[in-house]
């Protein structure tokens, strides 16, 4: 079946740019998505990225992605204390409108 | 807009007794919604798939009996979890996608309910 994969941890000093990494087995993926999930809380969209793209920047984020590769990658420029939070990337089924999201990256974001 | 709330947000209640969550999408209509668990420090697993007006269809070992799913409106959404029991305590989410889709067919989630059985 499909999977979607991430490291599961990431710590960076605030200031410093943040990647996260997130592979996924799907070739017929139309678009992928990354999620933001603070404690106790729902995901929160951040950005998204069709898959004839290999490239999308929204302010402090950029993600890039590798087709060939299936990999998929999100930068977050100058980190925060407030981007604390576990990152879920998706995969997003062209024919069921299912998402297939990824283990889940906790940043941890230190002064 | 494209707002999803979900009731109750926190619950605690006996095993063996039943559980109902509600999901609402607040300004705009649903045709389907999902249903997910999410267990502590783990991924979102989706367990079903609700169709107004129609049967919920159900992923790989998620039990149907158990985990009853209405969809009467087009707004709403219920999950009841049946004879609940303490390995049912989740992080329950759901998800709605709006009937005139957008380029991205894009999901909307709720907040999430925590459902503890003692």
């Known amino acids: 079946g499909e999977d979607v994969e991430q490291s599961l941890f990431l710590s960076v000093r605030e200031g410093d740019s943040s990647v996260i990494n997130c592979t996924y087995t799907d070739s017929s993926s139309t678009y992928l998505y990354w999620y933001k999930q603070e404690p106790g809380a729902g995901l929160q969209l951040l950005t998204y990225?069709?898959?004839?793209?290999d490239m999308k920047q929204d302010q402090r984020l950029t993600v890039l992605l590798n087709k060939k590769d299936k990999h998929l990658s999100l930068r977050i420029a100058d980190t925060q204390t407030g981007d604390s939070a576990i990152y879920f990337c998706a995969d997003a089924h062209p024919n069921t409108d299912k998402l297939i999201f990824g283990t889940g990256t906790r940043l941890q974001v230190f002064p | 807009g494209a707002v999803v709330s979900q009731h109750p947000s926190r619950v605690i209640c006996k095993s063996g007794t039943s559980v109902k969550i509600e999901c609402r999408s607040l300004?705009?209509?649903?045709?389907?919604m999902f249903w997910y668990r999410q267990f502590p420090k783990q991924s979102l697993m989706l367990m079903a798939t609700?169709?107004?007006?129609?049967?919920?269809?159900?992923e790989q070992g998620v039990e149907k009996d158990k985990f009853l799913i209405n969809h009467a409106s087009l707004t709403l959404s219920t999950l009841t979890v049946t004879s609940a029991h303490p390995e049912d305590s989740s992080f329950y989410i759901c998800?709605?996608?709006?009937?005139?889709?957008?380029?991205?067919?894009?999901?909307?989630f709720g907040p999430g309910t925590r459902l503890t059985v003692l």
């Open positions: 990225i069709f898959s004839n793209m």
């Open positions: 609700s169709n107004e007006g129609s049967k919920a269809t159900y």
């Open positions: 300004d705009f209509q649903a045709t389907t």
């Open positions: 998800s709605a996608l709006p009937s005139v889709r957008g380029q991205r067919n894009e999901q909307f």
